[in-house]
């Protein structure tokens, strides 16, 4: 296992994408939750696979960096699963997640999920692999979410995630861990059942749901590869939108905010742009 765990900011545009990699972040996630909000919809897999392949383009190149990205439960049966790996690696992605619920799928973090059969589950994720390997050599990183321990408990999220192993995925993502120990205990079970695969694990650090709030250097300790922050960027904006907003509305000036603001210049040294400058989209 690695010795450090890799932090994935999540970018729900180019601009944030630009931000995570000028910020020195090694990797930046697309989240399916915050594309559909800042998209006016909730997350419950109203958007298409074309809008959410446009978004992963946009942040693999405002990035330039690798891009794990959410596919939500693959926007269909099997051959939608194949023609999701695709369009994502198509896209720039270094890999996607599918998920084990029913659609309409529900936020991994509320309560009332419903799971798929474990068999077509299975069948699911064999897909992607294969379409994995027919478009990337196998590059293309598969990763298995499971909202198990919600639903049916903590064994099934483990007996669901080693089936999906099995069926190819490379990484496991366990959805609503509640304590240090389950992710301990989730880790050290899942690999004692696949000896002799290399199995990377994602783990989730949202806010304001079942996970409590864990440092990266933490997560390391437990066994996990990969800690993604799916809507940090998104309520941290929307957040300060808000309160603008607010203020602008009471006052009617923007003065007492300029302090809060990202000048001009900052804005332009984020894009790389200089007035009066021919702009060239970086060739990453």
């Given at each position: 296992?690695?010795?450090?765990?890799?932090?994935?900011?999540?970018?729900?545009?180019?601009?944030?994408?630009?931000?995570?990699?000028?910020?020195?972040?090694?990797?930046?996630?697309?989240?399916?939750?915050?594309?559909?909000?800042?998209?006016?919809?909730?997350?419950?897999?109203?958007?298409?696979?074309?809008?959410?392949?446009?978004?992963v383009r946009e942040v693999v190149t405002g990035s330039g960096l690798p891009v794990i990205a959410d596919a939500d439960t693959?926007?269909?049966?099997?051959?939608?699963v194949r023609r999701t790996v695709i369009e994502y690696n198509h896209a720039g992605a270094a890999g996607c997640h599918l998920e084990d619920q029913v659609f309409p799928?529900?936020?991994?973090?509320?309560?009332?999920?419903?799971?798929?059969?474990?068999?077509?589950?299975?069948?699911?994720?064999?897909?992607?692999?294969?379409?994995?390997?027919?478009?990337?050599?196998?590059?293309?990183?598969?990763?298995?979410?499971?909202?198990?321990?919600?639903?049916?408990?903590?064994?099934?999220?483990?007996?669901?995630?080693?089936?999906?192993?099995?069926?190819?995925?490379?990484?496991?993502?366990?959805?609503?861990?509640?304590?240090?120990?389950?992710?301990?205990?989730?880790?050290?079970?899942?690999?004692?059942?696949?000896?002799?695969?290399?199995?990377?694990?994602?783990?989730?650090?949202?806010?304001?749901?079942?996970?409590?709030?864990?440092?990266?250097?933490?997560?390391?300790?437990?066994?996990?590869?990969?800690?993604?922050?799916?809507?940090?960027?998104?309520?941290?904006?929307?957040?300060?939108?808000?309160?603008?907003?607010?203020?602008?509305?009471?006052?009617?000036?923007?003065?007492?905010?300029?302090?809060?603001?990202?000048?001009?210049?900052?804005?332009?040294?984020?894009?790389?742009?200089?007035?009066?400058?021919?702009?060239?989209?970086?060739?990453?």
């Amino acid at each position: 296992m690695d010795a450090d765990a890799v932090a994935a900011p999540g970018a729900f545009n180019a601009l944030v994408a630009k931000a995570i990699a000028q910020t020195g972040f090694d990797a930046c996630y697309v989240s399916g939750g915050a594309t559909s909000v800042a998209a006016g919809v909730p997350d419950v897999g109203l958007l298409t696979l074309d809008h959410f392949a446009r978004t992963v383009r946009e942040v693999v190149t405002g990035s330039g960096l690798p891009v794990i990205a959410d596919a939500d439960t693959g926007f269909g049966e099997e051959e939608m699963v194949r023609r999701t790996v695709i369009e994502y690696n198509h896209a720039g992605a270094a890999g996607c997640h599918l998920e084990d619920q029913v659609f309409p799928k529900r936020c991994g973090h509320l309560d009332g999920k419903s799971l798929i059969p474990l068999e077509q589950a299975v069948s699911k994720i064999a897909w992607a692999a294969r379409a994995a390997e027919d478009c990337s050599g196998g590059d293309f990183i598969v990763c298995a979410r499971t909202d198990a321990k919600g639903v049916e408990g903590f064994d099934a999220a483990v007996d669901r995630a080693t089936a999906y192993v099995e069926a190819g995925a490379s990484m496991i993502f366990p959805e609503g861990l509640a304590s240090d120990q389950e992710f301990a205990d989730f880790a050290t079970r899942l690999r004692s059942r696949t000896t002799g695969r290399r199995v990377y694990l994602l783990a989730n650090m949202t806010e304001f749901g079942k996970t409590p709030i864990i440092p990266l250097s933490r997560f390391a300790e437990l066994g996990y590869n990969l800690v993604i922050y799916p809507v940090t960027t998104l309520r941290i904006a929307m957040g300060a939108v808000s309160r603008a907003l607010a203020e602008l509305k009471q006052t009617g000036t923007v003065e007492p905010l300029l302090d809060q603001m990202q000048t001009r210049a900052e804005l332009y040294d984020l894009v790389g742009y200089t007035p009066g400058t021919p702009w060239e989209l970086p060739a990453r």
